[in-house]
């Protein structure tokens, strides 16, 4: 199949002009350099508990179910990517405003509000309307990481809780069955570099996924890839039981079938064998156009610590995308869920 397209190289060479041209362009769409600054210290003396009061609860949750550590990250990407870091994603419906948790890319893969609720009772009951949900997020997310084993960073904090939610760029997140160009052009969005996606998607090595998001990865049906990425047939065939051509959309399976509860570098191994379960996930690898990420997910896969290190540092500078507008508009909810009155 690989030949086959390389056999066509005018088509190549557009298709990789077009990349070319789409980096250059969308490179600073979304700048964040304007943003308020985050410090370290903004609650030593408010809530000098709070980092504490966040481990304590994580520890509980991850210790009774790891699969919370990728809940909770996953639910701190999807706030990240919709509107900056401000707490939008926790906001549930009501008659006047409309939240983002029902949009197609959350509506049946985020979880973690409750434990997010929980944290939140805890703060208002040490430090009363200090400790904003978004921080409190970013913070359980970095939590979740450490532990399953990944990598410790520093949180910058400050940020507040924006009073509005968007529904319509919740329905433009990133999803399993798209192609590398339009991956790396909602990263890039983002003020986020290749280098940060590639690292950033090795979240995948926890969590799970639902059948309905890599149903066309097994059966066909994608459009948009421009590569066929073929699975191993052992490989298919076990996922073929967990996911029917029809139905079972609910079912899951681990996105890293070595070491799921585990956070490590395995999952790129999974990339260099085709394995990865999502078609995005494997586009990375495969992609005639991915000449960067290709070269990533191989250092990654070699290279633990540099993995680790770049997890790092793409997450603070994910957690550092943030709403201007909630910092003139803004609050510190009382609850999570809704906004003050």
Same mark, same amino acid.
């Given at each position: +199949?690989?030949?086959?397209?390389? =056999? &066509? ?21 979304h ?9 370290l ?10 980092? *504490? ?20 990250? &996953? ?7 919709v509107? !900056? ?13 409309? #939240? *983002? ?10 979880? !973690?509000f ?8 805890k703060?208002?009951s ?18 979740? %990481? ?15 809780? =924006? ?8 329905n ?25 996606m %590639? ?7 926890i ?12 059966? #066909?049906?994608?459009?948009?890839t ?14 073929? =039981?967990?996911?029917?051509?029809? !139905?079972?959309?609910? /079912? ?6 070595i070491?799921? /509860?585990?956070?490590?570098?395995? $999952? ?11 078609? =995005?996930?494997?586009? +990375?690898?495969?992609?005639?156009? !991915? ?16 993995? $680790?290190?770049?997890f ?30």
């Open positions: +199949m690989a030949s086959s397209l390389y =056999s &066509r190289p005018p088509l190549f060479k557009s298709l990789a002009l077009i990349f070319s041209i789409l980096v250059i362009l969308s490179i600073n769409v700048a964040v350099l304007d943003d308020p600054v985050l410090t210290d903004y609650y030593s003396s408010t809530c000098p508990t709070v980092l *504490e009061i966040v481990r304590q609860e994580m520890e509980c949750a991850v210790l009774s179910d790891p699969r919370n550590a990728a809940i909770i990250l &996953r639910l701190h990407f999807h706030d990240c990517f509107q !900056g870091c401000d707490g939008s994603v926790l906001l549930d419906d009501t008659i006047t405003l409309q #939240g *983002e948790k029902q949009a197609a890319p959350n509506v049946h893969s985020l979880g !973690g409750r434990l997010i609720d929980r944290i939140k009772n703060l208002e040490e430090c009363p309307g200090i400790v904003s949900c978004a921080d409190i997020l970013t913070v359980a997310a970095r939590d979740a %990481v450490i532990l399953v084993g990944g990598p410790y960073w520093d949180v910058p904090l400050g940020r507040k809780d =924006s009073r509005s939610a968007s529904f319509s760029l919740a433009d997140l990133p999803t399993a069955d798209q192609g590398l160009l339009t991956l790396v052009s909602k990263f890039l969005y983002q003020g986020l570099t290749v280098t940060d %590639v690292a950033l998607v090795g979240s995948h090595t969590g799970m996924a639902r059948c309905e998001n890599f149903r066309k990865r097994i059966y #066909g049906g994608l459009q948009e421009a590569v066929n990425n073929p699975l191993t047939d052992t490989y298919l065939s076990n996922l073929k =039981s967990v996911c029917p051509a029809i !139905g079972g959309d609910n /079912n899951i399976t681990a996105m890293d079938y070491t799921p /509860n585990l956070f490590d570098n395995s $999952f790129y191994h999974t990339l260099l064998k085709g394995e990865g379960l999502l078609n =995005s996930d494997q586009e +990375m690898y495969s992609s005639l156009l !991915g000449v960067q990420t290709k070269e990533l997910v191989r250092k990654y896969a070699e290279d633990s610590l540099a993995f $680790f290190q770049q790092s540092d793409s997450m603070v500078k994910m957690g550092n995308i943030t709403n201007s507008d909630s910092f003139i508009t803004g609050e510190v909810r009382k609850d999570c869920r809704f906004i003050n009155t």
